[in-house]
């Protein structure tokens, strides 16, 4: 069977996000970017799932502008076999991307599809979710731990009180939570065959896709700042301030 | 203009999750519809009738809605969604995973994890763990939206009369089926629904060390949580975990003994009333959120902080 992959292109987790001073957005000169982390999840689980003989390719597919083809290449680095890249400059949002990637699943046929639970820009944990209902698709999200069977998967999910463990019907839509697996990083041989492998290029016209935004940003601000308080030099102190002065305890 | 609120219940009552989802609603204004979707759930029907607000309650009682699976929920709320000018329901595991299943059936965008309400088609919402906070407008005819958990104050469980109607409709979609749950036993508060919360980080050094927490927990009859680092090192369960991949808590005090201070883990706490900060490293970045530090061995600070209370 066929795996199909999405990443996203985000602001790498280390970097201390900056909010422009014309409140437009954040600031992303110079800033280093990644494969979104809960994207290399999925990707190191697709790529178990191959090495197990349960699937035959690996197929990444990122949305966005030129630049994700170095996320591409990360992935095909990674043990990915091939790679797809929808092109566009303007900004994607989470049913867009959807949208494009039900025609991407539709072409290629993949019976398991595995993306991050939520990309760690935009904070939304939506795409997932939205694919497989645009396609028709079961969805095991926050997943885990992960088992192909015949025709079905059973996946641990967590959840707000603990794990639950559902079956799903192949083909099915999965997103990663971080206790999935432990991503590996990629080895300088792999890295040099990964240039060899190929990325095919569509454009969202070419899927018949309208990407066009719904949702308009107003505008971007800093959160409100907590001051900071003071430090107290002994237990005693500590309990008499919780008592008498924030009086959240008694 | 009619609003739907997808509310979370545990066939008895509502959760707390759902009464903030509620007094967003309130705070965009119209009529507020709540939809009890379950397995024998009348129970909890009857208790969204009382919250304070709520004009009526719709109980959709059947098999297909037992476990919460996404496929069956999203094809019921679909199914009547198109009544609404707004669908909400909280920024839960469960919420989080059929609402945008929901958004994507009816052709709209979602709008997640709100934090504010500006007006009914702009709202406020956290992005990039927090660090900033956009401002968004919708020009979808519904807005799907996800409310977070911490930011309004719930919606009163008294006061209201809303008339109820049962929805004789089933969505089974026989695209997934639930299997089995591991619940950890709770004796102590929900962290979401917790007053107080004392956390443990990697200062603990381990999961046996988490006994000194519990001690004092018991006897502020609070919740506990951990950081993504001691969840990592394997000290605790994830459903412990506090921050941007964990809960998002906001509780009147959150003590966090040998918490560092990363921007994830601060990114679900940092809207507690009162944060208190136990950690032998003074420069720990825990401290600039704290309201009060103390730059302490935990080891010896927290059995002492046990004795006084």
């Given at each position: 069977m066929k795996v199909l992959v999405a990443v996203k292109r985000v602001?790498?987790?280390?970097?201390?996000?900056?909010?422009?001073?014309?409140?437009?957005?954040?600031?992303?000169?110079?800033?280093?970017?990644?494969?979104?982390?809960?994207?290399?999840?999925?990707?190191e689980e697709a790529v178990r799932l191959k090495e197990a003989g349960t699937a035959e390719e690996v197929i990444v597919v990122?949305?966005?502008?030129?630049?994700?083809?170095?996320?591409?290449?990360?992935a095909l680095a990674l043990g990915a076999d091939r790679g797809i890249l929808v092109e566009t400059e303007e900004e994607v949002q989470p049913l867009a991307i959807a949208k494009v990637l039900k025609a991407i699943v539709d072409k290629e046929q993949a019976q398991i599809i595995i993306t991050g639970k939520q990309a760690i820009d935009g904070d939304n944990s939506q795409t997932g979710q939205m694919l497989a209902a645009l396609a028709g698709l079961s969805q095991a999200t926050f997943a885990s731990e992960l088992q192909v069977g015949d025709g079905t998967a059973t996946?641990?999910?967590?959840?707000?009180?603990?794990?639950?463990?559902?079956?799903?019907?192949?083909p099915t839509i999965i997103t990663t939570d971080l206790r999935l697996n432990e991503p590996r990083y990629a080895s300088l041989p792999n890295i040099m065959k990964a240039k060899k492998k190929t990325i095919d290029t569509f454009t969202p016209e070419d899927l018949g896709v309208d990407v066009t935004p719904t949702v308009k940003t107003l505008k971007v601000t800093p959160p409100s700042a907590r001051q900071a308080g003071i430090i107290v030099e002994s237990v005693e102190e500590l309990v008499d301030k919780l008592k008498n002065e924030a009086k959240v305890i008694s | 203009m009619s609003i739907l609120v997808v509310a979370e219940h545990d066939n008895s009552s509502v959760k707390?999750?759902?009464?903030?989802?509620?007094?967003?609603?309130?705070?965009?204004?119209?009529?507020?519809?709540?939809?009890?979707?379950?397995?024998?759930?009348?129970?909890?029907?009857?208790?969204?009738?009382?919250?304070?607000?709520?004009?009526?309650?719709?109980?959709a009682d059947n098999d297909a809605y037992s476990h919460d699976l996404a496929e069956n929920i999203a094809a019921l709320i679909v199914e009547i969604g198109s009544n609404y000018s707004h669908i909400l329901s909280a920024t839960t595991a469960s919420g989080k995973n059929f609402m945008p299943r929901v958004a994507a059936l009816l052709d709209v965008a979602q709008i997640?994890?709100?934090?504010?309400?500006?007006?009914?088609?702009?709202?406020?919402?956290?992005?990039?763990?927090?660090?900033?906070i956009a401002t968004v407008q919708s020009t979808d005819s519904i807005k799907v939206l996800t409310v977070r958990g911490t930011a309004f104050d719930p919606a009163a469980a008294d006061g209201g009369s809303a008339t109820i109607e049962n929805?004789?409709?089933?969505?089974?979609?026989?695209?997934s089926s639930w299997d089995k749950e591991e619940i950890a036993e709770l004796e102590r508060p929900e962290l979401t629904a917790a007053s107080i919360i004392i956390s443990g980080g990697r200062g603990m050094?381990?999961?046996?060390?988490?006994?000194?927490?519990?001690?004092?927990?018991?006897?502020?009859?609070?919740?506990?949580?951990?950081?993504?680092?001691?969840?990592?090192?394997?000290?605790?369960?994830?459903?412990?975990?506090?921050?941007?991949?964990?809960?998002?808590?906001?509780?009147?005090?959150?003590?966090?003994?040998?918490?560092?201070?990363?921007?994830?883990?601060?990114?679900?706490?940092?809207?507690?009333?009162?944060?208190?900060?136990?950690?032998?490293?003074?420069?720990?970045?825990?401290?600039?959120?704290?309201?009060?530090?103390?730059?302490?061995?935990?080891?010896?600070?927290?059995?002492?902080?046990?004795?006084?209370?």
């Amino acid at each position: 069977m066929k795996v199909l992959v999405a990443v996203k292109r985000v602001v790498d987790y280390n970097v201390n996000i900056r909010v422009l001073g014309d409140n437009t957005g954040v600031d992303l000169n110079n800033v280093k970017m990644s494969v979104n982390p809960f994207d290399e999840i999925a990707i190191e689980e697709a790529v178990r799932l191959k090495e197990a003989g349960t699937a035959e390719e690996v197929i990444v597919v990122s949305v966005g502008a030129s630049a994700c083809q170095e996320q591409i290449r990360t992935a095909l680095a990674l043990g990915a076999d091939r790679g797809i890249l929808v092109e566009t400059e303007e900004e994607v949002q989470p049913l867009a991307i959807a949208k494009v990637l039900k025609a991407i699943v539709d072409k290629e046929q993949a019976q398991i599809i595995i993306t991050g639970k939520q990309a760690i820009d935009g904070d939304n944990s939506q795409t997932g979710q939205m694919l497989a209902a645009l396609a028709g698709l079961s969805q095991a999200t926050f997943a885990s731990e992960l088992q192909v069977g015949d025709g079905t998967a059973t996946v641990t999910r967590e959840v707000d009180a603990g794990l639950e463990t559902i079956t799903v019907k192949l083909p099915t839509i999965i997103t990663t939570d971080l206790r999935l697996n432990e991503p590996r990083y990629a080895s300088l041989p792999n890295i040099m065959k990964a240039k060899k492998k190929t990325i095919d290029t569509f454009t969202p016209e070419d899927l018949g896709v309208d990407v066009t935004p719904t949702v308009k940003t107003l505008k971007v601000t800093p959160p409100s700042a907590r001051q900071a308080g003071i430090i107290v030099e002994s237990v005693e102190e500590l309990v008499d301030k919780l008592k008498n002065e924030a009086k959240v305890i008694s | 203009m009619s609003i739907l609120v997808v509310a979370e219940h545990d066939n008895s009552s509502v959760k707390a999750s759902a009464l903030v989802a509620i007094a967003a609603a309130q705070a965009i204004g119209g009529d507020i519809e709540v939809l009890i979707a379950g397995a024998g759930c009348a129970a909890a029907g009857e208790t969204a009738a009382k919250v304070a607000g709520v004009n009526k309650v719709l109980v959709a009682d059947n098999d297909a809605y037992s476990h919460d699976l996404a496929e069956n929920i999203a094809a019921l709320i679909v199914e009547i969604g198109s009544n609404y000018s707004h669908i909400l329901s909280a920024t839960t595991a469960s919420g989080k995973n059929f609402m945008p299943r929901v958004a994507a059936l009816l052709d709209v965008a979602q709008i997640s994890d709100i934090s504010g309400v500006v007006s009914e088609d702009t709202f406020e919402r956290p992005i990039y763990a927090g660090n900033a906070i956009a401002t968004v407008q919708s020009t979808d005819s519904i807005k799907v939206l996800t409310v977070r958990g911490t930011a309004f104050d719930p919606a009163a469980a008294d006061g209201g009369s809303a008339t109820i109607e049962n929805l004789d409709i089933a969505k089974d979609e026989g695209l997934s089926s639930w299997d089995k749950e591991e619940i950890a036993e709770l004796e102590r508060p929900e962290l979401t629904a917790a007053s107080i919360i004392i956390s443990g980080g990697r200062g603990m050094q381990n999961g046996e060390n988490f006994a000194l927490l519990e001690s004092v927990a018991d006897k502020l009859g609070a919740a506990i949580g951990a950081s993504r680092a001691a969840v990592d090192a394997g000290f605790v369960p994830n459903d412990m975990q506090v921050g941007q991949t964990g809960k998002i808590v906001a509780p009147d005090l959150y003590i966090a003994v040998g918490i560092s201070g990363a921007i994830q883990h601060l990114a679900g706490m940092k809207d507690s009333k009162v944060i208190v900060a136990i950690n032998k490293d003074e420069d720990a970045p825990i401290f600039q959120v704290a309201d009060y530090g103390l730059v302490a061995d935990l080891f010896k600070a927290v059995p002492e902080l046990d004795a006084l209370l």
